[in-house]
């Protein structure tokens, strides 16, 4: 049974459901910050080949990329949510 609609909590802002993605990819998502950011190092690596890349190196790619895939997952819900029309009734 579901409550009726005075009792729901309305939607979040757009920026509070941005947040806590946003936070994870700035943190998580760069970590070590010196001398470059890990994550971009990584995609340099890939990008020139990934020659000598062990399983490793892919895992830590995942592992710095996913908050990157959740911020990118989370915008464009919000884009899609904003701009698809309005159902018709």
Known sequence: MTAPASDRSPDPSPWAR??????ASLTLGLAPFAPEPHIVGKLRWIAGGAV???SMDWF???MHGLPWLWLAGT????LWTR??????A
């Open 52 to 54: 000598g890349m062990s």
């Open 75 to 78: 915008a464009a819900e919000l």
């Open 60 to 62: 830590d790619v995942a």
């Open 83 to 88: 701009l698809r029309p309005a159902p018709r």
């Open 18 to 23: 941005l947040g806590v993605p946003l936070a």
